[in-house]
């Protein structure tokens, strides 16, 4: 399988901080990524959308004000969480698209967050 | 009505034991399926994605039913290191995954 890397792993933080973490395809080419969070014991949830090149995609309910994405080349993405609050803290996990007739995702290692 | 269901489980089988799990999309459009496994704390990986002749690698068979908008996943011969999270993952015009199957197989 395709490998994503994900910077940091693990963040603690103060509450008003902000916090940037790096989603990186090594060895593939990642037009498109996803930002996804994760609860304890809860499904993904997707985020946003990051297409290479143009403004991100954000769901329902996601501030994009909050969660600031950038995604500067094909194989890197960025998400910063500004103005952090406890209540931000969670799982954050990316993932690339890997091109082809399969539409396969290849998932980074997420970064444990922690909002203090 | 969700775009992807599983059921959450648990599923607590002993070693060796053969276990499905099912999961079902409700948009017919949907082009790509995949069965995810995630172990706690960790990223989804990818364990096989779904053609529609079905698939199989060693001890893991995965199916797709159109038709009846399905996909499941068959483990034999479970080992202790299955245990884990199954996520389905069904892409139409974007990702949907469902909650995740609980297994755990026990000594």
């Known amino acids: 399988g395709a490998v994503v890397s994900q910077h940091p792993s693990r963040v603690i933080c103060k509450s008003g901080t902000s916090v940037k973490i790096e989603c990186r395809s090594l060895?593939?080419?990642?037009?498109?990524m996803f930002w996804y969070r994760q609860f304890p014991k809860k499904s993904l949830m997707l985020m946003a959308t990051?297409?290479?090149?143009?403004?991100?995609?954000?769901e329902q309910g996601v501030e994009k004000d909050k969660f600031l994405i950038n995604h500067a080349s094909l194989t890197l993405s960025t998400l910063t969480v500004t103005s952090a609050h406890p209540e931000d803290s969670s799982f954050y996990i990316c993932?690339?698209?890997?091109?082809?007739?399969?539409?396969?995702?290849?998932f980074g290692p997420g970064t444990r967050l922690t909002v203090l | 009505r969700k775009e992807v269901e599983q059921d959450p489980g648990p599923f607590n089988v002993p070693e060796g034991a053969t276990v499905a799990f099912n999961c079902t999309y409700s948009?017919?459009?949907?082009?790509?399926f995949f069965w995810y496994r995630q172990d706690c704390r960790k990223e989804p990986k990818l364990l096989m994605s779904?053609?529609?002749s079905g698939n199989e690698d060693g001890r893991f068979t995965a199916q797709l039913n159109r038709a009846s908008q399905y996909i499941s996943l068959l483990i034999r011969d479970s080992k202790l290191s299955d245990s884990a999270t199954y996520l389905c993952?069904?892409?139409?015009?974007?990702?949907?995954f469902g909650t995740g199957t609980s297994l755990t197989v026990i000594p």
């Open positions: 990051s297409n290479e090149g143009s403004k991100a995609t954000y």
């Open positions: 993932s690339g698209l890997r091109g082809g007739p399969s539409d396969e995702q290849f």
């Open positions: 060895d593939f080419q990642a037009t498109t």
């Open positions: 779904v053609y529609s």
């Open positions: 993952v069904v892409f139409g015009n974007q990702f949907y």
């Open positions: 948009n017919s459009a949907s082009q790509s």
